[in-house]
């Protein structure tokens, strides 16, 4: 058996067990693939659902709700143990405990860690209340008490707003002038915030925390804030402390071609620590995407991919973003700007075009264009000549062509298509739970689950026969006819 050949055979040890290398592992053996395979993963546990953890934090969802499905026996998961170097030439990798294990191929899905700000009085972090929602042990739910989410980027807003409906008492506490201003121009930022305040959540804008204290955090003008729970979300960055331990190219995350190999032949390199041209950082579906991708090439068939352009949903009600932050901030002197502004509705749309396609945007309050403008935006089609029409999801023609074809991808996280949910249905799942043990949709990030509910019903009203269908409005879910 060959130790190297990227053909289905070779021996592949991995680095790291979060999402993307479970995917990677599950797809390797779809693809055919036959050689042993090692997992590696620093955390004590199996791996589980990260882009969840939220759920588990608020409340909403027990630990064990977030496990991904057991791996094949017949690879080897090694769980607890962290791997501190990679020997490129030699072909192996060590082990915190000092014990060498060889590699065949390798692949590095050490994930990201959390940029953590200087506080004073937080010492080790370990200070009382303070955590890191990164993980399950940080992620575990919010006892009763006010709470202080540092860092308001789009993962502490969604922390601030989850934990506010929940019924906590929260300050989101960001140094930025709105709630995700890299992600946000300012009026979508406002809407943002009153969301926010909706939610009984308190924004502490243009503020930053500067030290811990039991039971309180001071910030930077010297007021107090009491904190029974601070929460840091102050960012993520690519985890490459392996990846420089080889001495693989870094920048902003392990550099990687089309077919996400290092300059090394034998290493790989996937995920959220990999740095592949075009990919957003940080995204479930690029995770799993690259993950299908390399199963493919390492099984000998061909793995190229390209970039998908994804829309970001936060948990956020009626909040979508389109395209890298900077064309919104800086956009070009050619582009075209849409702006709808409607404030007092809480409706803001902003779209920026080039040469007639969507090359960035942000959508708040529009539910109805959200599914028809993401669709023009994924598939880098034409925008059509009435631009407010479209915001609003009043153009009829583009309306009907936002009723979902069967090939449509609802849960993009497991590649459920419309047309597998429809068949689930037809062989007997009625629900949602019975939906997702059938087809997996919605126990990704979650996001598709109101598209998939509403699958369910249109499904359910067309057994009912037109005459009751008559009487039911169609469902419009997010701007989306199912
Ligand atoms: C709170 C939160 C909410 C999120 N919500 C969303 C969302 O709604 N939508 C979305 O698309 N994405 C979301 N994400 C991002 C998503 O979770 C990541 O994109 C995804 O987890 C990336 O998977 P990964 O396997 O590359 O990395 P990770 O999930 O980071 O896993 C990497 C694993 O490798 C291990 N590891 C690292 N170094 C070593 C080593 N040297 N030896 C052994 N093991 C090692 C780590 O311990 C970790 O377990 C969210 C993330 C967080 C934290």
Not at 20 to 41: C, D, E, I
Not at 147 to 166: F, I, K, N, P, S
Request: hydrophobic share 40%; with cysteine.
């Amino acid at each position: 058996m060959s130790a190297t050949a990227a053909d289905g055979t070779s021996a592949v040890t991995v680095i790291g067990y979060g999402p993307a290398a479970h995917r990677l592992v599950q797809r390797l053996r779809h693809h055919g693939h036959r050689g042993p395979v090692t997992v590696f993963g620093a955390e004590p546990r199996p791996a589980y659902q990260r882009a969840q953890l939220l759920s588990v934090l608020d409340g909403t969802l027990p630990a064990e709700a977030l496990a991904l499905a057991p791996l094949p026996e017949d690879v080897q998961v090694r769980t607890g143990i962290r791997i501190t170097a990679v020997d490129p030439r030699r072909r192996l990798v060590r082990s915190e405990d000092g014990a060498e294990h060889p590699y065949g191929i390798l692949v590095l899905a050490t994930g990201s860690r959390p940029v953590l700000p200087r506080l004073a009085g937080a010492g080790d972090r370990r200070a009382p209340g303070l955590r890191v929602p990164y993980t399950l042990p940080g992620a575990r739910p919010v006892a009763k008490g006010p709470v202080v989410v540092v860092g308001g980027g789009l993962r502490g807003t969604e922390t601030a707003y989850a934990l506010g409906r929940a019924g906590h008492d929260v300050t989101l506490v960001h140094p930025g002038g709105h709630p995700m201003h890299r992600l946000l121009d300012g009026r979508a930022g406002a809407l943002v915030a009153a969301t926010l305040r909706e939610a009984g959540v308190v924004p502490e804008t243009g503020r930053r925390v500067v030290a811990v204290e039991p039971g309180k955090v001071v910030l930077d003008d010297g007021r107090l804030l009491a904190a029974g729970t601070s929460l840091l979300c102050t960012g993520t960055a690519p985890d490459t402390a392996l990846a420089r331990t080889a001495r693989l190219a870094v920048r902003h995350g392990v550099v990687v071609d089309d077919r996400l190999r290092t300059r090394d032949p034998h290493i790989y390199a996937l995920g959220d620590c990999a740095r592949a041209a075009g990919r957003d950082h940080g995204t479930l579906e690029s995770a799993w995407d690259e993950a299908d991708a390399l199963a493919r090439t390492l099984c000998g068939a061909d793995g190229s991919r390209r970039a998908a352009r994804h829309v970001v949903r936060p948990r956020l009600p009626a909040l979508a973003v389109l395209g890298p932050p900077d064309a919104l901030h800086a956009p070009g002197g050619q582009d075209e700007h849409v702006v709808l502004s409607d404030p007092a509705r809480g409706r803001y749309g902003r779209l920026v075009l080039r040469e007639g396609r969507v090359r960035a945007g942000v959508l708040v309050g529009l539910d109805r264009a959200v599914a028809t403008v993401g669709r023009l935006y994924t598939e880098d089609r034409p925008v059509p000549p009435d631009r407010l029409a479209l915001l609003l999801g009043t153009d009829t023609e583009y309306a009907n062509s936002s009723v979902l074809p069967d090939t449509a991808v609802v849960c993009q996280c497991n590649h459920v298509t419309k047309k597998d949910l429809r068949q689930a249905w037809r062989q007997g799942a009625r629900d949602l739970p019975a939906i997702a043990a059938a087809t997996r949709a919605t126990t990704g990030c979650g996001t598709c689950t109101e598209v998939v509910r509403r699958i369910c019903e249109t499904a359910a009203a067309s057994c009912r026969g037109p005459a009751m269908n008559a009487a039911v409005a169609p469902p419009v879910v997010k701007g989306l006819r199912t």
